[in-house]
């Protein structure tokens, strides 16, 4: 799983006690899940988190009018949304 290797590489630079956690990041109900399992794996509030996040769809330019809108809202709910709204310090404020 690359969850664990990047989580891996972040002890290794200093990071104390990266977990990896894994789950839907463009489902709000698994990216709140998925910060509590985090907390309680660190037992403090998370401070920074490492998005190995991304998503996309094969489509050539030309033809970008036919991407149906559920797909262009999945790959902005993953690429785009999540980085800012599944932001720990945005979390604990909603």
């Given at each position: 799983?690359?969850?664990?290797?990047?989580?891996?590489?972040?002890?290794?630079?200093?990071?104390?006690?990266?977990?990896?956690?894994?789950?839907?990041?463009?489902?709000?109900?698994?990216?709140?899940?998925?910060?509590?399992?985090?907390?309680?794996?660190?037992?403090?509030?998370?401070?920074?988190?490492?998005?190995?996040?991304?998503?996309?769809?094969?489509?050539?330019?030309?033809e970008l009018d036919a991407v149906?809108?559920?797909?262009?809202?999945?790959?902005?709910?993953?690429?785009?949304?999540?980085?800012?709204?599944?932001?720990p310090r945005r979390r604990a404020?909603?």
């Amino acid at each position: 799983m690359r969850a664990r290797a990047v989580a891996a590489e972040a002890e290794t630079a200093g990071a104390k006690g990266a977990p990896a956690s894994r789950g839907d990041v463009a489902d709000d109900g698994q990216v709140r899940a998925m910060l509590k399992q985090v907390e309680a794996a660190i037992r403090a509030e998370l401070e920074a988190l490492i998005n190995n996040a991304g998503t996309t769809i094969s489509t050539p330019a030309k033809e970008l009018d036919a991407v149906s809108v559920e797909d262009w809202d999945r790959v902005f709910a993953v690429n785009g949304a999540w980085p800012v709204l599944g932001h720990p310090r945005r979390r604990a404020a909603s």
